[in-house]
């Protein structure tokens, strides 16, 4: 880690040297912010100021920023946000470490702010989401050093995986309940398939919905109309309610070629395409 407490850079601008000189980045080395601040001042001015606190609060590096122009120099005081130096996880059962761990290096949790706390807590949320956890509680706390350095404490309670009690198909009345079953990947345990996965996983859900859409419009119902709501219960269980409206099934009339093909083959393999009679 780089320490710098207060240093010079000179911009040339429209025949004029303009000076920042920064003060109080203890981690954050001089490349890194010179990298934020892109635009280049044509002349000493308030507005500029203005342009590099929004630059500089924007990086999400600063917790603090004051800017105050002498002549030809702009003095910029900043309090940082503490660096993430370390992350330990607790209470994590579904994951190993090292799995979390390169999901904080993705997320790029390398400053402890708010947003890249809650961005985490969420992100973290949505994967144990994605395998059933749904109750999970994640607490996370900090210990900063004389450097501003952060070590950063994850406790996570799993809690049980949320089981789908039963699946409901509300509106259906041309296409029988355990076809759709079939068509979804969301299960539901029963004495005939006592090994299915009935875990819910919200993103599941959406993903079925879709599937139960293209089934209908594979079978002719044009202009289907699927929603979902989700019931849930004290025991960590959920039913899922899918409410159809099918609408009317399309049928083809005459079908009428008029592209002269004179390929026998090809015509017959489009009239028999259109043999299902389904649009």
Known sequence: ILFFLLFPCAILANQNTYEFKINGNQNTDKDVILSIIEKIPEDISE??????????YNSGLFEDI??????????????????????????????KDEELNSLA???????????????????????????????????????????????????????????IKSIKFIGNSNISNAELSETIKSKVKKLTNIFANNNFKPAQIDTDRERLIRYYKDKGYANIEINYN??????????????????????????????????????????????????
């Open 105 to 163: 290096k993705e997320f790029n949790f390398n400053t402890y702010n708010d947003k890249n706390v809650n961005g985490f807590t969420s992100e973290l949320k949505n994967i144990y989401s994605s395998f059933g956890y749904n109750n999970i509680k994640i607490d996370i706390t900090k210990e900063i050093s004389d450097q501003n350095i952060a070590t950063v404490y994850i406790n996570i309670s799993e809690n049980d995986i949320t089981k």
């Open 66 to 95: 004051k800017i105050k122009i002498d002549q030809n120099k702009y003095y910029i005081d900043v309090i940082e946000f503490p660096a993430v130096k370390k992350i330990i996880f607790v209470g994590n059962e579904r994951f």
């Open 47 to 56: 507005q500029y100021s203005n342009y590099l606190l929004n630059e500089l």
């Open 230 to 279: 989700i019931e849930f219960f004290d025991n960590n269980s959920v039913i899922l309610y899918f409410n159809i409206n099918e609408g009317s099934l399309y049928e083809i009339g005459e079908v009428i070629f008029s592209n002269n093909l004179q390929d026998d083959t090809i015509n017959s393999t489009l009239e028999s395409y259109f043999e299902k009679n389904i649009y």
